[in-house]
């Protein structure tokens, strides 16, 4: 027998025995069952303890808000308490949506460390002299937010760091090409003064962005790393269950000679792609003469318009900033060549409510598994209903999952408020979006018990034995 249900099975025990007094009216007089191993566990997760307060949640109440619910993403996370208006196009991130942008960065990490990525922290606030020098300064903008100090220095807070990183490599007088290529990257928030924020953290003027810059010895080893960059973002929204598709794009202000952007379609997107049917072909539309309807890779196939969310951006740079600042490495006959430089976008926030945009329903969160908040979510009975004494067996079964599937430590959340019905927990799992739902009721008395899973990414409901529900928590991926 699993070691989980030894002990289960002790509590299912007394769960029965409670029952039974209950049914015969000396349910009061029973004392909670509780183990000895409580003092060393530590506390469970519950629900009633999650910061998610109702009158952030209560959207419907605030006609302010309400009007300004313009896609299925932002309605959801504002109803299931994920996030919380603070000003025009800036967001107060509450703590399940902390937790999925944590495990998100994570995953992000894996992937960027994955090709030889190295991760630093650079400085929100940036210099203007920087941006004069890149000569970007005035090319951005009423997008730039600017400042000065108290001495009149011109400020900006940074909406990208090809300025800042590459003057950090400018002053590694000793970078030889045996170090090359460096590929170094941030996960950071920033800014940038939208005219119009909508769509809740699909645009905004604050956000969270991953921006990776790579430096080469050459144009062709550049081109490598370029390729590599591209193959890291489509090995990433593999792992998150997203389809994404690569699409030609224009360099824009960051400037460059090739560009790629990542989408994920939808008809919510702000962006117009253009996509082959009988080739690979896809191109952002602002790249094609207008009136293209057919191919120009293939030459044969009908161009399909469709909509998509930009949620990554790649560039070939060239030489273009690392000759203006000067960022050199000594070549195999130890004389200064400039390097060859890319950069690497993704939007880590706009993936977040993307993922939610496409995958959800209309009325409840969908999560990619692995950045879930949690994983499951446990459902004792009804207090004062006949089947109570299931609630010492569904607060058994969080302690004993946690201890013996190290993985799903914290990934588990008990629904202790009692005082509610079934169904109306339900709903409310149904709309926070957790993967799994287990309903511990009648049945998990039974001999031998049954427990009720909604798979809610699946929109399956299975009714497992403790063999069953075993093998399926065992194979969820945490991240």
């Not at 942008?101 to 960027?112: G, H, S, T």
């Not at 082959?276 to 293209?292: P, R």
């Not at 993307?354 to 499951?376: C, K, M």
């Not at 004062?384 to 609630?391: D, R």
Request: net charge positive; with cysteine.
């Amino acid at each position: 027998m699993h070691p989980v249900w030894k002990r289960v099975f002790h509590r299912l025990h007394r769960a029965l025995l409670i029952s039974k007094r209950h049914q015969s009216g000396y349910a009061e007089h029973t004392p909670t069952c509780t183990s000895t191993k409580t003092t060393s566990r530590k506390p469970r997760l519950l629900v009633s303890r999650l910061y998610q307060p109702s009158n952030l949640r209560d959207v419907g109440q605030d006609s302010r808000l309400s009007g300004e619910m313009t896609c299925k993403s932002q309605r959801l996370m504002h109803q299931a308490g994920l996030i919380h208006p603070f000003s025009p196009g800036c967001y107060v991130y509450l703590p399940a949506t902390v937790r999925s942008m944590e495990k998100l960065m994570r995953v992000i990490d894996q992937e960027m460390q994955g090709i030889g990525g190295q991760k630093l922290d650079m400085p929100s606030l940036c210099s203007a002299d920087l941006w004069r020098t890149s000569e970007r300064w005035d090319l951005m903008g009423k997008e730039l937010f600017r400042l000065k100090d108290r001495h009149g220095a011109d400020y900006c807070l940074g909406p990208t760091h090809e300025e800042a990183v590459t003057t950090l490599v400018a002053h590694q007088a000793t970078l030889s090409y045996r170090q090359l290529p460096l590929l170094l990257y941030q996960i950071t928030r920033k800014f940038r003064d939208e005219p119009k924020p909508k769509f809740g953290l699909l645009r905004g003027r604050e956000f969270y962005m991953k921006d990776m810059y790579s430096f080469d010895v050459s144009e062709e080893a550049a081109q490598q790393t370029y390729g590599s960059v591209c193959q890291a973002y489509i090995q990433l929204f593999t792992r998150l269950g997203l389809r994404c598709v690569q699409v030609q794009a224009d360099t824009g202000n960051i400037g460059g000679t090739l560009s790629h952007e990542f989408q994920l379609p939808t008809d919510v997107g702000e962006d117009r792609l253009l996509l082959c049917g009988n080739c690979s072909f896809s191109a952002n539309v602002e790249t094609l003469s207008s009136g293209t309807t057919h191919c120009p890779q293939c030459k044969t196939g009908a161009l399909v318009e469709s909509k998509g969310i930009e949620v990554g951006h790649t560039f070939y740079l060239g030489k273009k900033y690392s000759s203006v600042f000067k960022a050199t490495f000594s070549n195999p006959q130890n004389k200064p060549s400039v390097t060859e430089m890319g950069c690497y976008g993704l939007g880590v926030s706009r993936i977040l409510a993307a993922a939610i945009e496409v995958l959800s329903t209309d009325e409840g969160i969908r999560w990619p598994g692995l950045i879930a908040p949690y994983q499951i979510c446990v459902l004792p009975p009804k207090k004062g209903s006949k089947v109570e004494g299931a609630a010492v067996l569904a607060e058994e079964l969080v302690d004993s999952l946690g201890e013996d599937f190290p993985h799903l430590r914290g990934e588990i959340v008990l629904d202790d408020r009692t005082q509610m019905t079934i169904g109306k927990r339900l709903k409310d799992a149904s709309r926070l979006g957790y993967p799994y739902v287990i309903v511990v009721g009648e049945a998990a008395l039974q001999n031998p018990p049954t427990f009720e899973v909604i798979c809610q990414q699946t929109a399956e409901t299975l009714f497992l034995s403790k063999d069953g529900l075993l093998d399926l928590l065992g194979k969820v991926e945490t991240v």
